[in-house]
Every structure is written in C-alpha cells, then in structure tokens.
C-alpha cells in the first residue's frame, strides 16, 4: 500500500499549485483521503479530506475558499488545488488514508506518504 505525493514547489504569494497524491497497492474506495502539513518547528496540521466513495469533502478553516479537494476515481489519485497561497501556507505537505467516519487527527491517518515542499514567498 503506497500514497505518493508530488506537485509541490516555490510560487509568489496569490498564486496556484495543484498537489497529487496516488494510491496504489489497494482500493481505497472505503477510506477517507486527506492532506495535512507540517510548518517548521509546528504539529503536522489538518488541511483538507474527502471520502472517496461519497466525494463528501470537508476543510480546514484557514483554507476553506481557497483550497478545493477531490479525487479522480480511475487515476485513483486524490488532488489538491491550492489558490490565493500565502507565506504562511508554507509547509511539507502530506496525503494519507483513513478508515474512520471523519478523521481530522493525524492519529487517525492509517497510511502515509511521503511529503511534498510547498514555499510561498512574500
């Protein structure tokens, strides 16, 4: 079971990035996909999750309106549009799975990838 996140990069504040993550190994039609980050020297942070037999998606309060979550069922990758970035959007970002109703909490992320640099500059 694999989730590889890609798509990270350097852009100037206001501007768009696009994270992917694909799932591989397994179907993970019954799990919930999420994106969390992690700031220097903070806690790994929820952003965003969809569950992926539903679409049903829900956010994080900081980038509710700017970030859209979904997921492309025969790709069987999970996507993260991320508009209008600010500094403080500046973290590794990570995906993972979850098999619980509505998981925020790392702690109910069964399956990892590995993260992805997202720099805003100001």
């Known amino acids: 079971v694999q989730l590889q996140a890609s798509g990270g990069g350097l852009v100037q504040a206001g501007g768009s990035l696009r994270l992917s993550c694909a799932a591989s190994?397994?179907?993970?039609?019954?799990?919930?996909m999420g994106w969390f980050r992690q700031a220097p020297g903070k806690e790994r942070e929820f952003v965003a999750a969809i569950n992926w037999r539903s679409g049903t998606t829900y956010y994080a309060d900081s980038v509710k309106g700017r970030f859209t979550i979904s997921r492309d069922n025969a790709k069987n990758t999970v996507f993260l549009q991320m508009n209008s970035l600010k500094p403080e959007d500046t973290a590794v970002y990570y995906c993972a799975a979850s098999r619980s109703v509505y998981p925020r909490g790392p702690s109910e992320y069964d399956v990892w990838g590995q993260g992805t640099q997202v720099t805003v500059s100001s």
């Open positions: 190994g397994r179907t993970f039609s019954s799990y919930v």
